[in-house]
């Protein structure tokens, strides 16, 4: 089997912030968190203090002013054509997704394109997870967790944060916009988790 990373690997840009915006524009009330919104991305990304989900728990508070599953139907209504061509050119019945982004706006992806999908777990109507935010070594448990007993074949991904799965592959690609080449092992980032 084949395994992707979504967001800017298969995915033209970064799907989560795109439903954010989508929704924004939706239910203006959003707007009343922009500020909160703004102290939590300062307090992580800037001080580097607090970790990734706590972060991302911060961003989304703005689903309580949603209509989820109506907004993300109508959400991939308008970006499915984000999907790379390059990815629908070689897809097969067996691909894998596994990503950060949130399981409930990716499921409905995967029905339309025909994927399946490894995601973090977040309520769709309070933001909370329910587990780890499936990044770096957590995308490694949730496969084998999820596949024991299958190997991957090729690992495409836009970023060396995922190394760890890029490892247990029997070929890795690192993917630059629409430009695939192979993973470099050599070179190390540290992921701000």
């Known amino acids: 089997m084949n395994v992707y990373d979504f967001d800017r690997t298969i995915y033209n840009g970064d799907s989560?912030?795109?439903f954010y915006f989508f929704c924004m524009w939706r239910h203006k009330k959003i707007l009343l968190l922009l500020p909160s919104l703004l102290f939590a991305y300062l307090k992580y990304y800037v001080f580097k203090k607090g970790n990734k989900t706590e972060f991302k728990e911060s961003m989304y508070k703005f689903l309580r002013f949603c209509d989820t599953d109506k907004d993300v139907e109508d959400f991939w209504k308008t970006h499915i054509s984000k999907i790379k061509k390059w990815y629908i050119a070689q897809r097969k019945a067996d691909d894998v997704i596994i990503s950060a982004s949130p399981e409930f706006l990716l499921l409905p992806c995967g029905e339309l394109v025909g994927f399946k999908v490894i995601a973090s777990k977040v309520c769709s109507n309070s933001g909370k997870y329910d587990g780890e935010n499936c990044y770096y070594n957590e995308k490694v448990n949730r496969f084998i967790k999820e596949y024991p007993n299958d190997n991957i074949n090729e690992f495409y991904s836009d970023h060396y944060s995922d190394e760890p799965l890029a490892n247990i592959a029997q070929k890795a690609?690192?993917?630059?916009?629409?430009?695939?080449?192979?993973?470099?092992f050599n070179k190390h980032i540290k992921p701000h988790i």
Do not use: L, Q, S
């Not at 690609?173 to 470099?184: A, C, E, L, M, Q």
């Open 16 to 18: 989560t912030v795109d």
């Open 173 to 184: 690609y690192i993917v630059d916009k629409d430009t695939i080449t192979p993973w470099n």
